[in-house]
């Protein structure tokens, strides 16, 4: 019979603690008689100096990820532990890193402390691991926002007048060019800079709808959820925009052919389309490139009859053959793992006919009731298992030219995946972004603000100044505004660039690299004809290089002594 409890006790499973005592006396040693009583009579420590248990529930491997990150050292940081003063640029992620997929976008209000974070950092020039050049590659992706960073002030850029408000829009309806010096001394008394500057943050959008952020609309869901939109639950709202956008769609396809148009964007919930002018990224026809996809678009696109290659996909698998190549002729007597990288490189797989036959062989043997047959659908999943791996991926970019652009054309207007049917943005059309008037299109202007601060500099600290611009920065915006960045803060800026990432594919060559192809710049009369497309000369000029920057994007620009230096 258990003994009566004493007052004031309780039962020994109400306190842990004298049980986890019991196992901390295990991984004594026998060997030594003494420690272990000793050990047994030690009261268990209970402050903040006992050694922590190791938590049941977490999981092995997480140990040795604790121990790596510990074990790199920390950010260097200025004398007096002052955060702030760590470089921006440190916080930029490499080319080859892929962001997470739940960081969102930076907001059109962001707050001033943050802004001000980033005014706050030194003035040290990065290793750029560009050269100093006169111009910077073309940038084919859509900007979120752009922080410009000068140690002059940007006072001229602050409360246009009307009238020079009013220049700045009908410059750019005119397609007017802006002549400016190489550097103003006064640029707060320079109309000419404040009109090219106001002309330089304007924009065509479609639909317009105030209430609604309409870029960007990949993973918008959570920024348009609880707005107003009455055209949910209406199928006759819903036919109506989108009848009234297929006419801006095709007025604007129709601009682009005749040249008066140099780009176009068509930014969906589900992926974003590039309409490029013959002439540009250079190439002599028009293109189209769409990312990122998958492979029912990509199966529906080939049902409609569009030819499109995957330039990304090819050029890797380009790559890898060329490297399997050369690792056969140097290993001969591997003959055997070497055929089999050739077939991992990208060569067809051998054929799966066997698979979707009739099944014979196990007739023959007397099994055919008790071994279950691939469905259809399996064994066509197997055979385009390389396909399906690069969805929603850069490396699912298309890529569409010459007369098939047309039949995109067609092919999106009908295309039912196009609009989202659930969620916040069902039934709403596609976005239109343009850099000319089109048929629909409803001028916007870029949000624009200046900011000023103190940044620590190794003799103490210095006065920085910034523009803020926030919108969608369009590829020829991007190069207007450093064309009057340029003479307005005397040749000497940095911008700090937050690119909209399913964009950054947009920077693709037109086409597989051949192994002794170069980028042909096209024809002289294509050019004169482009020169009517309402850019600048010098914007024009570099969009109509080759695209450089592959899979990724420009994240830092700096100006010094008006040479480019920039990292993707």
């Not at 001000?116 to 100093?132: E, N, T």
């Not at 990208?346 to 007397?366: H, N, Q, V």
Request: charged share 20%; net charge neutral; with cysteine.
């Amino acid at each position: 019979m258990a003994a009566p409890a004493e007052p004031g006790h309780s039962p020994g499973f109400k306190k842990p603690p004298a049980l986890l005592r019991l196992k901390r006396k295990r991984p004594v040693r026998r060997s030594d008689p003494a420690a272990a009583a000793e050990a047994a009579a030690a009261p268990a420590p209970r402050g903040s100096g006992a050694a922590r248990r190791r938590n049941p529930f977490s999981s092995l491997d997480n140990a040795p990820r604790r121990a790596a990150a510990s074990s790199q050292p920390p950010a260097a940081t200025p004398a007096g532990g002052d955060p702030s003063a760590v470089p921006f640029w440190q916080f930029l992620e490499p080319a080859c890193e892929e962001k997470p997929p739940g960081r969102a976008e930076p907001a059109e209000s962001s707050d001033i402390l943050a802004l001000s974070q980033d005014l706050h950092s030194p003035l040290a020039v990065p290793k750029a691991p560009s050269s100093p050049r006169q111009e910077f590659p073309a940038d084919w992706s859509i900007k979120t926002r752009v922080l410009f960073m000068s140690s002059q002030p940007f006072t001229w850029a602050e409360h246009l007048k009307g009238q020079e408000e009013a220049q700045g829009v009908a410059q750019h309806c005119r397609a007017a060019e802006t002549s400016l010096p190489r550097s103003v001394q006064e640029p707060r008394l320079c109309t000419e800079l404040r009109c090219a500057f106001q002309q330089s943050l304007l924009y065509w959008l479609h639909p317009s709808l105030p209430w609604l952020p309409l870029f960007p609309r990949l993973g918008a869901d959570r920024s348009m959820a609880g707005k107003a939109c009455p055209w949910a639950q209406d199928e006759a709202l819903q036919q109506v925009l989108m009848s009234d956008w297929s006419v801006s769609f095709t007025s604007l396809y129709q601009l682009l052919r005749a040249r008066l148009c140099p780009y176009f964007y068509v930014c969906s919930a589900q992926f974003s389309v590039l309409f490029r002018a013959a002439g540009l990224a250079g190439s002599a026809e028009p293109t189209a490139a769409i990312a990122p996809t998958t492979r029912g678009l990509r199966h529906a696109m080939r049902a409609e009859g569009i030819e499109f290659s995957l330039p990304l996909l090819e050029e890797s698998g380009a790559r890898k053959q060329k490297n399997s190549e050369e690792s056969l002729e140097t290993e001969t007597a591997e003959g055997i793992r070497a055929g089999s990288s050739v077939e991992d490189a990208g060569e067809p797989a051998p054929s799966d006919d066997d698979d979707d036959g009739s099944f014979s062989w196990l007739e023959e043997m007397g099994v055919q009731d008790k071994v279950k047959k691939p469905d259809t659908i399996s064994i066509q999943l197997r055979r385009e298992k390389h396909e399906v791996q690069v969805d929603h991926r850069p490396e699912s970019l298309v890529l569409v030219r010459g007369s098939n652009t047309f039949r995109l054309l067609n092919f999106l207007i009908s295309c039912r995946s196009l609009v989202a049917v659930a969620g916040p943005q069902a039934g709403l059309p596609p976005t239109l972004l343009s850099p000319v008037a089109f048929r629909g299109g409803t001028l916007q202007t870029l949000k624009a603000r200046t900011v000023s601060g103190r940044a620590r500099v190794p003799g103490g600290f210095e006065d920085v100044f910034s523009l803020e611009v926030l919108g969608p920065v369009l590829p020829h915006a991007l190069h207007a505004l450093t064309l009057v960045l340029g003479p307005a803060q005397r040749g000497s800026f940095r911008a700090l660039l937050s690119p909209h990432e399913p964009s950054a594919a947009f920077n693709t060559r037109p086409g597989p690299p051949q192994p002794h192809s170069v980028c042909v710049p096209p024809q002289e009369d294509v050019q004169q004809d482009l020169a009517a497309c309402g850019l600048h000369p010098k914007t024009l000029e570099q969009l109509r290089q080759c695209p450089t920057l592959g899979k990724s994007s420009l994240r830092l620009l700096e100006m010094k002594d008006y040479s480019y230096t920039w990292k993707a």
